[in-house]
């Protein structure tokens, strides 16, 4: 298996701010299967692409509800106690749940949603969430400048959508993408993609995942095992299981401390596979 490393610095300390760790109220925090606002997210400010509309607003043309969402919620979910397990779907997965103290201090947090990324204003990257009942058409869109406005504790943050790994690429840097901006703020690792993901074929991964983190695999075993099961179901085509990716600081340095706990490497600074399948 293979786990990447956003950046060298993250090596020495620097990625995130040492946060210790509480006793976990939650196990898991789940946000998945918002409902969208197409008029509201369509309203916010962005960067102009050459045909004179705002880039997100294209994007937000495009959404749709994510079905398989809710199913990937519910699947995610029976692999933890009960009462360790905290839901925010529909109109409760809002920007202000997903901000909140108990995703905040959650073990895992694991976020299913639309999210944007486009090269075109590669500093404009979020996730889509409810909008507020006050219409405001800023709270149906979080920002990676919001997420790095406080801390995390999770030990693990999953952003089940599409391109969460991807973001402005600053030399010498790497990546600037939600997945970074959670690690910047003390979580431990993040399983990230790195291009377009499908509904179902994403919540069948998610729960692959989970079945074989539940079984007592590490973090990048499981992306190895989950990879594997969606191979044997889809065939060789990586779209389906190669988008994928874990991004830790600790596993990487666990393995370049020679434990043998992990192998890990100093990817390039964009687009990879984020494990090996054979």
């Known amino acids: 298996s293979l786990t990447m490393l ?96 108990a995703a905040r201090r959650a073990r895992i947090l694991h976020v299913a949603s639309h999210a944007f990324f486009d090269p075109r204003a590669p500093d404009l990257v979020g996730l889509a969430a409810t909008p507020s009942a006050s219409g405001d058409p800023a709270s149906g869109f979080v920002t990676i400048q919001e997420l790095l406005a406080g801390n995390f504790a999770s030990e693990m943050v999953v952003i089940s959508g599409c391109e969460t790994g991807r973001g402005a690429n600053l030399r010498g840097e790497g990546l600037m993408s939600l997945a970074r901006g959670f690690m910047a703020r003390g979580v431990d690792s993040v399983l990230a993609t790195h291009w377009p993901v499908a509904d179902r074929p994403s919540a069948m991964f998610m729960g692959a995942f989970y079945e074989a983190l539940a079984d007592g695999a590490s973090p990048p075993a499981a992306l190895q095992q989950a990879q594997i099961s969606l191979r044997d179901q889809f065939g060789n085509v990586p779209f389906f299981w190669g988008a994928y990716v874990l991004e830790s600081a600790t596993v990487a340095s666990s393995a ?13 600074d964009h687009q990879g596979q984020g494990s090996v399948v054979d």
């Open 6 to 101: 956003p950046s060298a610095l993250a090596l020495v300390g620097d990625e995130a701010e040492g946060l210790s760790r509480p006793a976990f109220e939650h196990d898991i925090v789940i946000f998945a299967d918002p409902v969208f606002s197409l008029s509201a997210l369509a309203q916010l400010d962005a960067a102009p692409d050459p045909a004179g509309r705002t880039l997100r607003g294209d994007w937000a043309d495009g959404l749709a509800r994510l079905p398989w969402s809710r199913f990937e919620a519910q699947s995610v979910a029976e692999r933890f106690d009960e009462g360790r397990v905290l839901t925010f779907l529909d109109r409760d997965a809002t920007k202000a749940n997903l901000l909140s103290p």
């Open 256 to 268: 370049a401390g020679g434990d043998g706990t992990a192998r890990s490497g100093l990817a390039d």
